[in-house]
């Protein structure tokens, strides 16, 4: 059985809009009309863009540059990241292999207190406080 698209109404700046979209789209459509309809009223609201054309196509650009950044945010980890990101991936890698952590991976000596402590050109992994 096929499903007909659900016909969703939308408002934007006081102005109804009829939009098809799946059943399971319908949500993420009522998020966006409210994100794009906010951004619009402040753009109105600033006294300096007129007409609702020239609002939207200003909205619409603003969205797409925080978009933009976005992407660039979440392409690259940032290089200490992406660092640190592999060196754990390959300490997890030794230790399943059954390696011995602290001959090869600086990072675990801290943790073995029989080992003497000395000084390590890496500090060791701690990502509590960061997010990927």
Known sequence: MIEEPLQVSIKI???EYRIACEYHEQ???RASA???DHRMREIRQSGRVIGTDRIAVMAALNIAHDLIQLQRSRSGYGDDTGRRLRQLQEQVAAA???DPPAAEHPAFEA???DHESQPHSEPPL???DERV
Request: hydrophobic share 45%.
């Open 126 to 128: 701690d990502a509590s």
């Open 27 to 29: 949500d993420d459509l």
């Open 111 to 113: 943790a073995d207190p």
């Open 34 to 36: 409210r994100l794009l």
């Open 13 to 15: 700046l006081e102005k």
């Open 96 to 98: 399943m292999a059954g």
